[in-house]
């Protein structure tokens, strides 16, 4: 008997006399107590708040993104330990893969992201600068910082690895400590992998909590600092999300709830299309992985009228091959329900949805006993009358085809479903896909196109990524978790700094155009990563451009626009006085002006950002560069990354080029 426990304020606290009994979805039989009383949450919110957001704080964006990454790396080399586990949430080897090796994937792929798109310091930039005055002594950015509080994570049981760690990690980067509550279905796979983590000793006391059992009064103590994730049901999500204590504090509320999401076979693809073939299979995967119990999974399919019986084949001969049984077996491709009463309940909606559609497929090999239930295939005659199948999920495998008129007519009918987490398209056409979107994307978080040209590496109608959001509007909850940045943002707040130039400079660790620039005590590219400052920099001599010059770097790159070298043509063109020098001789010039050429602390130029060429450079004009230190971002590999401001100017002290240039600098020692 597995007894899961809670994790609260560094103390474990195990099941109760009261806990809870979760069986075995295959036999029945009891396998854990889960349920921890009298835990007292104003010690969790104390030891959140008092140790772990203080500790997470004092470390910067990239510091914790790296507590991420071993994080993962760990569960990644424990794993075994946690697929021991896995079949007895119902879940195949390959089901399992999707949670554990794909909750592992998430967890490293925000840590990266946030090490590659955040500031290496403790403020995220959200945005541009503002100018908010004339001369520009005044200027104004948006900027984010971690929430003051708590983030309290309510999540599924169908993903008790991947739930936990798709949230937990973008509210780590972000410095907000986490009170994890997973689904008593499923919540010892979940505290096995927290268990793991607060064993490894990587994150800092106070970072992480975990709750087995209910919830009492926690919510009742939350703040406007605050803020609730909640995957799960829409009626859930609305009596969680009308707390009044959260309605008064305005508590930051992010929900992820079911949806009927839908996947509409475009036009072009008929029956002998590699477009066809793909929905088919996508469609018959969705219904099967995870017997059907995903956030993402295809509820409705939407097909021209003139394919529905070729549908109905294609897909019913690929169901009637998925082997269903014990999830242990290796040669089982689905297992059963997550529980008996998870079966009752998708029985109980299949036959909402049969009272407007009928069935045209049951797969005849799911065993009795247990939480097994058979693949179901609906047809709808009449989909614009039809109301249950729009509103009623069965969370299992069942689906609806649905006949369409054509491609608008598709589209009205995904709309119909109030907002799904992800809605997908087969079809070989960019003029249909760019009118799905048009048409659909407002209700839809993802709209996944699939064709010939990305099947071979496209992850799948039904698997949310970390690069982009995961979530949708209305039905589908109104969240958008992960997206990247835009998830660890969730638990971050914006505000709008404005002040002068150098006030925004060290606010920022930036520095901004205006800010006074600090002489480097010698030449900067003979200087490492570590002594450099933001804000130092240099001015270098003039450089007088000459018509010799243009014309040889026409000859010697090519470059034989008319504005270098023919003087009517130049001066009838309205931006050049007659002619100029090329863009990219200037910034050939710029680098002899500034760069060191002896081997030193600068490893490699990696590229430049937000070129603007601002104002012509005519023969006999001199050049020369203003280059300061913008930020630093440390690497791995004994390196890091300097953002250079790099400013041209003319004999005149008048812009005529600036970007910012990105160049690998050696660390100390």
Request: aromatic share 6%; charged share 20%; hydrophobic share 45%.
């Amino acid at each position: 008997m597995l007894t899961p426990s809670s994790y609260i304020a560094g103390r474990w606290i195990g099941p109760s006399a009261y806990a809870a009994r979760v069986e075995n979805p295959v036999t029945g039989e009891p396998i854990a107590l889960a349920g921890s009383e009298g835990i007292d949450f104003g010690v969790a919110l104390s030891w959140a708040n008092g140790t772990g957001g203080p500790a997470l704080r004092a470390t910067n964006v990239h510091d914790r993104a790296r507590m991420v990454k071993a994080v993962a790396l760990m569960l990644k080399e424990r794993k075994e330990e946690l697929y021991a586990l896995n079949p007895l949430t119902g879940a195949t080897r390959k089901d399992g893969w999707i949670d554990i090796e794909g909750g592992i994937m998430t967890a490293l792929t925000m840590a990266s992201k946030a090490r590659r798109e955040m500031p290496d310091g403790e403020i995220y930039l959200d945005g541009p600068v503002e100018q908010l005055s004339r001369a520009g002594t005044f200027l104004g950015r948006h900027v984010a910082v971690p929430m003051r509080g708590v983030a309290v994570q309510i999540n599924a049981f169908n993903f008790p690895v991947w739930g936990m760690l798709e949230k937990l990690a973008p509210a780590l980067l972000a410095g907000m400590p986490v009170i994890v509550k997973p689904a008593t279905q499923t919540c010892y796979l979940t505290e096995a992998a927290f268990r793991m983590i607060v064993e490894s000793g990587i994150l800092p006391d106070g970072a992480v909590q975990l709750v087995v059992g209910r919830t009492d009064d926690l919510l009742d103590r939350l703040g406007p600092q605050d803020a609730v994730s909640f995957t799960g049901s829409a009626a859930t999500a609305l009596a969680l999300r009308s707390n009044p204590r959260l309605l008064a504090a305005g508590t930051r509320f992010i929900a992820e709830q079911d949806s009927l999401n839908a996947a509409v076979l475009g036009p072009d693809a008929v029956p002998g299309t590699p477009e066809f073939d793909l929905f088919l299979n996508e469609a018959a995967a969705e219904m099967t992985v995870k017997a059907g119990q995903k956030c993402t999974a295809i509820r409705r399919m939407i097909v021209p009228e003139a394919v529905v019986e070729h549908v109905i084949d294609g897909l019913s001969e690929r169901l009637d091959r998925v082997r269903i049984g014990d999830p242990s077996d290796p040669e089982t491709r689905m297992g059963p329900l997550v529980s008996m009463a998870h079966k009752a309940d998708v029985t109980a909606r299949s036959a909402q949805i049969a009272s407007e559609a009928r069935r045209v497929f049951r797969h005849a090999g799911a065993p009795c006993e247990g939480a097994f239930i058979a693949p179901e295939l609906y047809l709808s005659d009449d989909p614009d009358a039809a109301r249950a199948i729009h509103e009623t999920e069965a969370f299992g495998p069942v689906a609806t085809i649905l006949p369409a008129r054509d491609l608008a007519h598709a589209a009205q009918l995904a709309n119909r479903g109030g907002g799904s987490l992800v809605s997908s398209l087969f079809t070989h056409d960019p003029a249909v896909a760019r009118a799905y979107v048009t048409e659909a994307g407002a209700w839809h978080g993802r709209i996944y196109i699939s064709d010939r040209d990305s099947a071979g590496e496209a992850t799948g109608h039904g698997s949310p990524l970390p690069h982009m959001i995961h979530g949708g509007p209305g039905r589908a909850g109104g969240g958008e978790e992960l997206g990247g940045v835009r998830g660890i943002l969730h638990y971050m707040t914006r505000v709008a700094v404005q002040g002068s130039p150098a006030i925004l400079s060290h606010v920022t660790q930036e520095h901004h155009a205006g800010s006074a620039v600090r002489e480097c005590p010698s030449h900067p590219f003979r200087q490492d990563f570590d002594t450099l400052e933001v804000g130092q920099g240099i001015e270098t001599r003039f450089r007088t451009v000459t018509l010799d010059d243009i014309e040889h770097f026409a000859a010697f790159t090519g470059d034989m626009f008319y504005a270098h070298m023919d003087a009517d043509a130049a001066k009838a063109n309205p931006f050049f006085p007659g002619r100029v020098a090329h863009g990219y001789l200037i910034l050939s010039f710029a680098a002899g002006l500034f760069v060191d050429p002896a081997p030193g602390p600068v490893l490699a130029n990696t590229g430049l950002n937000n070129l603007r060429f601002l104002k012509p450079v005519s023969p006999g004009d001199a050049i020369r560069v203003q280059l300061v230190v913008k930020r630093k971002t440390r690497r791995t590999g004994g390196y890091g990354e300097i953002a250079w401001a790099a400013t041209v100017t003319n004999q005149h002290n008048e812009p005529v080029a600036e970007y910012e240039l990105l160049t690998m600098v050696a660390r100390a020692g």
